[in-house]
């Protein structure tokens, strides 16, 4: 999550997220007004037969209440998006971003109060909600035939319960980039983890660490480190391991998670600014000292949609950063990916939570955001990447030989924010290893049993 993605709003406890609900399902958006993305992020890709909003029934008027962890550049995209969907179909799109999202719907779903679209923290929290009733099927929704078949399968099937398509992916994001300022660092892509290594001990000089890592995500705090040590468990144990450490039959204590942990250590000790920069910067600033001068990093891990933070928040233009793949670290797991994507579904069944639901999973709304960068679409049509970045991490997505989605995203919810909370401890005391592993064995044992 992630991917997953919680970012702006401070919400504090229950009255404050029952609040945020209310102002949601209540109407009176108090978001900014979108940005314009420019004339071609709104065309749709060439060759495109994706139905306008109209299509569907023409003007229907009203309004749709939609929660999300958008906000900034995300949330005028995601404005940018819905605008021709609005404009057509005389729907007012009434956008509230929250930085809790868990929290929130998980006190929605307690007091029957919730917005008519959300999107949703994950996978695993995506199946919660559809079995307890809480979520509708969009099976009558969409056009199954066609979103199925325009849609990377394995999206298809992590947004499926029971046989039925309860949420649907609306931008998808790679993960394990490993991304540098073409500037500084220039000795090439590397061969192995073991070589990343080697070279940032020779190109890491002066002040300049050969990481930059930021943590802080106000409620979500931590999940950055969850997809190192996602991205560091499937490339040295390899998917099987993986699988059932997600699925909770792999003890966090045995010697393959412990191992990503320690290597993990490894990329802490050799941060810029030390453990108290780590745990206090904001994910999206992280990686602003890399484009400093003298630079205080080399490498920065994150997923593909960094890029607009890079610009947003640390002053980068398009030439001042790119990335490679992380490596391989066992050969016998080559190729190995992870991803994520933004999952949403829909609460409220009315007409106008219908038409946005169906107008979401086209290309011709995909494509709005993909044009403006910072996305990748989970529409296999979409091809109008406005980058060489973007196209290259499309490419990677769709060609990867062993993928597998965001694991915290996977996990029950008490999982999940026990991992979170792990990885803070775990980066203040790295000497604490085996309590906090024993700590996340306790909560395995009762998460999965729920």
Not at 30 to 54: C, H, L, N, W
Not at 287 to 302: E, K, Y
Not at 328 to 344: E, K
Request: some cysteine; aromatic content about 10%; glycine content about 12%.
């Amino acid at each position: 999550m992630k991917e997953r993605t919680s970012r702006w709003w401070r919400t504090t406890g229950l009255l404050t997220a029952v609040a945020l609900i209310a102002v949601a399902c209540g109407g009176g958006s108090t978001t900014a007004a979108p940005t314009d993305g420019g004339g071609s992020a709104t065309t749709p890709p060439a060759g495109s037969s994706e139905p306008s909003p109209t299509d569907a029934g023409g003007q229907i008027g009203g309004s749709v209440s939609v929660i999300g962890t958008w906000g900034g550049a995300e949330q005028d995209a995601f404005l940018a998006m819905v605008a021709p969907f609005e404009a057509e179909t005389g729907i007012t799109v009434e956008y509230t971003g929250t930085r809790d999202l868990n929290a929130v719907l998980t006190t929605g779903v307690a007091s029957g109060i919730l917005p008519d679209l959300a999107g949703l923290p994950g996978p695993g929290q995506l199946q919660e909600f559809a079995q307890r009733g809480a979520l509708k099927a969009l099976d009558d929704v969409l056009d199954i035939a066609t979103y199925t078949s325009e849609t990377s399968p394995g999206f298809v099937d992590l947004g499926t319960v029971d046989g039925k398509v309860y949420g649907v992916f609306i931008k998808a994001a790679v993960k394990g980039l490993i991304w540098y300022n073409p500037n500084v660092y220039t000795a090439g892509t590397p061969t192995s983890w073991d070589d990343l290594w080697t070279k940032a001990g020779t190109a890491a000089t002066g002040d300049t660490a050969p990481w930059c890592v930021g943590l802080e995500s106000g409620p979500a705090s931590g999940w950055p480190a969850t997809d190192w040590i996602e991205d560091l468990v499937i490339r040295q144990s390899g998917p099987d391991v993986y699988d059932a450490w997600v699925a909770g039959t792999q003890p966090w204590s045995s010697p393959e998670i412990r191992a990503a942990f320690e290597a993990f250590g490894d990329v802490i000790d050799a941060s810029h600014g030390g453990t108290g920069y780590v745990l206090n910067t904001s994910f999206g600033a992280a990686a602003n000292p890399m484009f400093a001068d003298p630079p205080g990093c080399l490498f920065h891990h994150q997923a593909s949609f960094i890029t607009s933070f890079f610009q947003d928040e640390g002053g980068a233009t398009e030439a001042d950063y790119d990335f490679f793949p992380m490596p391989d670290i066992n050969p016998s797991f080559t190729g190995a990916t992870t991803g994520a994507g933004d999952l949403f579904g829909m609460f409220n069944d009315t007409p106008q939570a219908r038409a946005l639901m169906a107008y979401l999973v086209t290309a011709e709304a995909q494509s709005i955001w993909v044009g403006i960068g910072g996305a990748l679409s989970g529409n296999n049509t979409v091809t109008n990447y406005p980058d060489d970045v973007s196209a290259r991490s499309a490419e990677i997505l769709a060609n990867a030989t062993v993928f597998r989605f965001d694991g915290s995203d996977l996990m029950p919810e008490a999982m999940n924010a026990a991992f979170w909370s792990a990885m803070l401890d775990f980066t203040q005391d790295q000497s604490r290893l085996d309590a906090i592993l024993a700590g996340l064995d306790e909560v395995q044992a009762t998460a999965y049993a729920q």
